[in-house]
């Protein structure tokens, strides 16, 4: 089989290091990338599920696709990630157009599914929960991402449950992968070009395999000559652990940004988000890295406007955006 398939990429850097992963697996059987969609025997759309009116954006999408091949053979259309898990089967009934979903946890399958439904011509609905079996299979294929900084995914889904969140129902449960298969992967970024190694989790410093954390992973990574500068994204407050904040008085490589969603400056709101950390927390933490490096800077994300925020709750956070820079 000799296909080209064109992968549109929308959401956070993990959609992106799935999309190449995704390529990764698909060139197996034929398939070969194109950015030109006009050509494309193959149309692959790999969904964000976190802003409102995502799976609108997807339909809309579908409708482009479309008139683009309305006068030429219909290209094979995959919907992928988080938008696919969440809406599978409904997918399949309110557009015809689509012949496959596939969610971000069983990208390991789909060599088979295309070829099941080339041979078959079924739509197939793929949504199962299953990290392991998925980075398994992954670890089998060469990451050839081939960029000076490559995205490397170390942890998946998320435990914590905040309440503006729909991540713990289209990733999953936390799962974290094995060290050396984290390492392998990285080493082999690095005899392709990789000078910077960017570790990704929807929850990063929740990494925990075995007796390892990030902070282990962070200085056996260091250890790989050709990688100049490590970062990681992105992470909880809750689990910024004393062990990571050390990291960065020792480490060579661990770039000093810190990315930590704090969300709101006001107790109430985060009390409200089920974000389980408090603005004391955060400036402790704030407090200790400074210690560390008075040069880390930090960012954040924030949600202005949250349900029964008043104008003293946005004063704290801005209050804190102040304090912290």
Known sequence: MNQKIFIKTFGCQMNEYDSNRIYDSVKKIGFQKTEKYEEANCYLLNTCHIRDKAKEKVYHEIGRVKKIFRSKQKPLVIIAGCVAQAEN????????????????????????TILNHIEKKKKIEETEFD?????????????????????????EGCDKFCHFCVVPYTRGPEYSRPLEQILDEAKYLADNGAQEIVLLGQNVNAYSYEQNKLSNLIFEIEKIPQIKRIRYTTSH?????????????????????????????????????????????????????????????????????????????????????????
């Open 237 to 325: 407050p809750k689990d910024m652990s004393d062990d990571l904040i050390e990291v960065y008085k020792s480490s060579k490589k661990l770039m000093p940004l810190v990315h930590l969603p704090v969300q709101s400056g006001s107790n109430k709101i985060l009390e409200r988000m089920n974000r389980k950390h408090t603005i004391s927390e955060y400036h402790k933490i704030f407090d200790k890295l400074k210690d560390i490096n008075p040069n880390i800077e930090f960012s954040s994300d924030f949600i202005i406007g949250y349900p029964g925020e008043e104008e003293e709750d946005f004063q704290a956070t801005f209050e804190l955006i102040n304090k912290i820079k």
């Open 131 to 155: 990290a392991i079996s998925k980075f398994d299979y992954l670890n089998k294929i060469n990451n050839d991402s081939g960029k000076i900084s490559s995205f490397l995914t170390i942890q």
């Open 89 to 112: 089967q409904e997918m399949l009934k309110r557009e015809p157009y689509i012949d496959l979903v596939i969610g971000p946890q069983s990208y390991h399958k789909i060599n088979d």
